[in-house]
Every structure is written in structure tokens, then in C-alpha cells.
């Protein structure tokens, strides 16, 4: 069984930063994607970032791109979210997923592309 561990959510003031961890465990790692969505009160969950197996390949959706960076460490099983110049939109909260595909080139931006999910973790951005 996957396990995923969000962490490095809180309060954050507009224009600030925030960095989200997320720690796998019961997989080999480096095989899979990872993707990080959010969801907010009234809205469906959305894709914000996915990188592929490798690091090599990541996707941004258009409301967090160049403010955003996804990356990975496949030495320590742990994805992560750098996020810049939050705006007051950027509140959700945010899960890590992990790919069904392993070594699959392209970045997975579907939300049924994904098998294993984290518990999420809050970013509340305030003015």
C-alpha cells in the first residue's frame, strides 16, 4: 500500500511563499509520477503542477505558472510544491498523488491518472 505524507501547508500572507513536502513510501518511488492538486471550498479539485518519473518532464496549470516550481528527490521518496507570489486564490487544500503508470514519459494531469492520494495539507493565503 502507497502511503503519502503532505506537509509545509499554514497561513501565509499574500505575496509570500510557501514550499510543500510530500513523503512516499510503498513503492519504488522514482517509477511514477507525482502530481499536486488542490481543492477549494466550492470548486472542483484541480491539477496544479505534475512532474514525470523522472524530473525530467513537468506541467503547470496557467494560474500557478512561473510563480510555481514542482520537483522531486527520488533518493528520498519526497515530491515537492515551491510556490511564490500567492495571491489570495492560491487558499485550498493542497494533495499530493502519485501516478498509476510507472515510466510513463509525459507528466499525468488527470485526476484518474492518479492511484494513490495524501490526507492534503492547508495553505490559507490572507491579505
Known amino acids: 500500500q502507497v502511503q503519502l505524507v503532505e506537509s509545509g501547508g499554514g497561513l501565509v500572507q499574500a505575496g509570500g511563499s510557501v514550499r510543500l513536502s510530500c513523503a512516499a513510501s510503498g513503492r519504488t518511488f522514482s517509477a511514477y509520477g507525482m502530481g499536486w492538486f488542490r481543492h477549494a471550498p466550492g470548486k472542483e479539485r484541480e491539477i496544479v503542477a505534475a512532474i514525470n518519473w523522472s524530473g525530467m518532464n513537468t506541467y503547470y496549470a496557467d494560474s500557478v505558472k512561473g510563480r510555481s516550481t514542482i520537483s522531486r528527490d527520488n533518493a528520498k521518496n519526497t515530491a515537492y510544491l515551491q510556490m511564490n507570489s500567492l495571491k489570495l486564490e492560491d487558499s485550498a487544500v493542497y494533495y499530493c498523488?502519485?501516478?498509476?503508470?510507472?515510466?510513463?514519459?509525459?507528466?499525468?494531469?488527470?485526476?484518474?491518472?492518479?492511484?494513490?492520494w495524501g490526507q492534503g495539507t492547508q495553505v490559507t493565503v490572507s491579505s
Open positions: 498523488a502519485a501516478g498509476s503508470t510507472h515510466y510513463r514519459s509525459s507528466p499525468a494531469t488527470g485526476l484518474r491518472e492518479y492511484a494513490y
